[in-house]
Antibody, heavy 119, light 108 residues
Framework: QVQLVQSGAEVKKPGASVKVSCKAS????????MHWVRQAPGQGLEWMGR????????TYAQRFQGRVTMTGDTSTSTVYMDLSSLTSEDTAVYYC????????????WGQGTLVTVSS | SYELTQPLSVSVALGQTARMTCGGN??????VHWYQQKSGQAPVLVIY???NRPSGIPERFSGSNSGNTATLTISRAQAADEADYYC???????????FGGGTKLTVL
């Protein structure tokens, strides 16, 4: 069965960086894109960007440009999201979710990773 | 950038029909997807490409999309349907994915 398993919760200080991982199993890894979506406490879903597992290309939401880096390792079927220059406003649950192709949805999601930014 | 507008909350009596809207400029020309998120859980896809249900989603869930409004309809609402619901589209002008602000469904 399809599974996206994310790394555990993180606590970071302002100005630091965080790297969250998402390990995929149960399907052909390179067939699907991987997206990252975050949700601040009590808030809605916010799309951060997309990583192509086929060729490593990325598309980032403008507000995260320059601060987010998405990478992948096909040998372990794992995708990573690195967010730098953290502030308290980056405190959120971060989700990975897979996507087949244009016009198709985010059909499977990871369990989420809570990142807390606090001094 | 493209924006999606959802009502903050919708209430429905147990066993009745709930309708949740998602407004956007000419949204009828886009593929709309809907996600259900229960408290403390990851989102779950309930409707994709306007009207399609993934396997495992009850037939009580249906969707439509025309003009400037997409709608998620839940028939015979149950207590287990209480959740936040988000609509989502892909904005071809920015290549960004866009979520609506979400609607909290309360089953009375």
């Amino acid at each position: 069965q399809v599974q996206l398993v994310q790394s555990g919760a993180e606590v970071k200080k302002p100005g630091a960086s965080v790297k969250v991982s998402c390990k995929a199993s149960g399907y052909s890894f390179a067939t699907y894109y991987m997206h990252w979506v975050r949700q601040a406490p009590g808030q809605g879903l916010e799309w951060m960007g997309r990583f192509s597992t086929r060729d490593g290309t990325t598309t980032y939401a403008q507000r995260f440009q320059g601060r987010v880096t998405m990478t992948g390792d096909t040998s372990t079927s794992t995708v990573y999201m690195d967010l730098s220059s953290l502030t308290s406003e980056d405190t959120a649950v971060y989700y990975c979710a897979r996507h087949l192709n244009s016009g198709w949805p985010l059909d499977y999601w990871g369990q989420g990773t809570l990142v807390t930014v606090s001094s | 950038s493209y924006e999606l507008t959802q009502p903050l909350s919708v209430s429905v009596a147990l066993g009745q029909t709930a309708r949740m809207t998602c407004g956007g400029n000419n949204i009828g020309s886009k593929n709309v997807h809907w996600y259900q998120q229960k408290s403390g859980q990851a989102p779950v896809l309930v409707i994709y490409r306007d009207t399609n249900r993934p396997s495992g989603i009850p037939e009580r869930f249906s969707g439509s999309n025309s003009g400037n409004t997409a709608t998620l309809t839940i028939s015979r609402a149950q207590a287990a349907d209480e959740a936040d619901y988000y609509c989502q589209v892909w904005d071809s002008s920015t290549f960004n994915w866009v979520f609506g602000g979400g609607t909290k469904l309360t089953v009375l």
